[in-house]
């Protein structure tokens, strides 16, 4: 039976954090701002999309400050990951199976985190050296989906994303995800654009106690 790639410092690190901000914005600067307000709500990891323009050049930014664990996110070959690697991420996350960015990670010794929906695509993605499985969209399908999974794969860490939220996050947490990945529901684009600070660190703060009343 296949099992998932060995634990690691920054594994263990992420699912210590719990919950991963997604950040997925128009622009950098919308993304350093949503950081920092996240920061102070508590949040010290963040993946950061390459869907957002000059997204390699922030990595390297955000990863000069020691008290956060800076991911990579919508990775899909092996060049975009040695270069997400080499400005500072930590992990490398992709939407999809990609065995290339499972090479690159494995070789460079960084967890990747890949996203699957059925049981042949978390198959896959253990193939590919997956350290973890991020079920995504995870909305689409619900905790009883991540549940299922979970009874022919249960040794692997799973990574709802997509749609989560304080409401839904201790279903998710019940049913066995070892950690959660939350973008809009948290890096709420139309609040940071208006400036709304405290309404941003306020969902923050809410997501982390729900979260973490679960857990507990």
């Known amino acids: 039976m296949l099992t998932p790639s060995p634990a690691s410092p920054v594994l263990d690190q992420i699912l210590a954090f719990g919950v991963v901000p997604v950040i997925r914005t128009a622009n950098a600067d919308l993304a350093n701002l949503s950081v920092a307000w996240l920061k102070e709500a508590g949040f010290r990891t963040f993946e950061i999309t390459l869907t957002i323009p000059g997204a390699v050049d922030l990595i390297a930014d955000l990863a000069k400050d020691e008290t956060l664990l800076i991911g990579a996110g919508t990775v899909f070959s092996s060049s975009e990951a040695k270069q997400v690697i080499a400005s500072g991420a930590r992990y490398v996350v992709s939407p999809c199976v990609t ?21 042949t695509e978390v198959f896959e993605a253990l193939r590919a050296g997956a350290s973890a499985v991020k079920l995504f969209p995870a909305a689409t399908v619900g905790p009883a989906h991540l549940k299922a999974l979970r009874s022919v794969f249960p040794s692997l860490l799973f990574m709802p994303t997509g749609g989560v939220d304080a409401n839904t996050v201790g279903d998710w947490v019940r049913a066995g995800a070892a950690c959660v990945g939350v973008g809009g529901k948290l890096v709420d684009e139309t609040l940071i654009r208006k400036g709304d600070k405290e309404a941003v660190i306020a969902a923050g703060q809410t997501l982390l106690a729900a979260y973490r009343a679960a857990k507990s």
Do not use: E, R, Y
């Open 99 to 119: 065995a290339s960015v499972g090479a690159a990670c494995q070789d460079l010794g960084v967890p990747s985190l890949m996203g699957t929906m059925t049981p």
